[in-house]
Each structure stands twice: as C-alpha cells, then as structure tokens.
C-alpha cells in the first residue's frame, strides 16, 4: 500500500477521522495522529473524533516529501505553510524532550507566524546553544 500516487485517493473536500486517512494512507492512525501532534498537520480537534480535512493532509504530504530533499542548516526548521527552511524568529526556540524520543525542536515562522517543529538528534543540542535562545522543556507525559 506504500509508494508514489497515494495522494490521488485524498479527496479535497472530503474530511478524515485518523482512522479513514490512516486507510487511505495505508499506514497506522498511530502514525497519523503523530504527524497532527509533532509535524504540524492540521486537524480538527474540537470534536470526536478528530477530523482532517483531505486538502490539508495532501499539502502536508506534499511538503513532508519537500522536506526529505531540502537539507537544513543547524538551526533552520521546516515551515509547512511556507513550505520552505526558516530560521526561528527572533532566533528563539523551544526544545522539547521527550523521554526515549528525539528531542524536538519548536519554533515560530518569521514569515507567517505559523509552528515550526523539528526532530534533531541529542548530539545536535550542543551546536545549537549559542545560536538560538533555546528554551527546554519536558514534554508532558500524555501516552
Ligand atoms: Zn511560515
């Protein structure tokens, strides 16, 4: 069920609980809810269940596939909605550690305003101390 063309069975217009996308996907709602927590997708989360629209989950696959070729500097995030690297704006950033998981990076777009989220590795820390003013946090134990 994996591979190119699988965006075709998104509809637009059409909106998705975790489940349906996950199927049309071919992949695991796990999976799906993760790219709603830490990579930004849009959902629809005041209701149960949790919807998302079938043209904001193209654009997200769309431009996750865009960010697997774009390479970033230490301290660049992926914007979604800009669909390009940005540095944080004011050069200020949140890191967020998660225990048994890559640390995550969160930072404000200087261009649209919008959340940016990176995944960096433990070692990665370290060159970014001095760079950006990183602001570390636990994540809350919500699993
Ligand atoms: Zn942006």
């Known amino acids: 069920m994996a591979g190119v063309g699988l965006r075709r069975g998104i509809k637009k217009n059409r909106s998705y609980t975790y489940d349906e996308a996950a199927r049309v996907l071919g992949t695991h709602k796990n999976t799906i809810r993760g790219w709603v927590r830490s990579e930004g997708l849009p959902a629809l989360t005041g209701e149960r269940p ?5 043209e904001d989950l193209t654009a997200f696959l769309k431009s996750r596939s865009a960010k697997r070729k774009t390479s970033l500097t230490a301290t660049q995030a992926y914007c979604f909605k800009c669909r390009a690297p940005r540095e944080p704006a004011l050069g200020m950033a949140d890191l967020i550690i998660t225990e048994g998981a890559a640390p995550n990076l969160c930072a404000l777009c200087p261009t649209c305003g919008g ?17 950006l003013d990183l602001t570390v946090r ?6």
């Open 50 to 54: 949790h919807l998302i629209v079938g």
């Open 115 to 131: 959340t940016m989220h990176r995944r960096i590795s433990r070692a990665m820390i370290g060159k970014l101390h001095g760079k």
């Open 138 to 143: 636990q994540a809350p134990e919500s699993l």
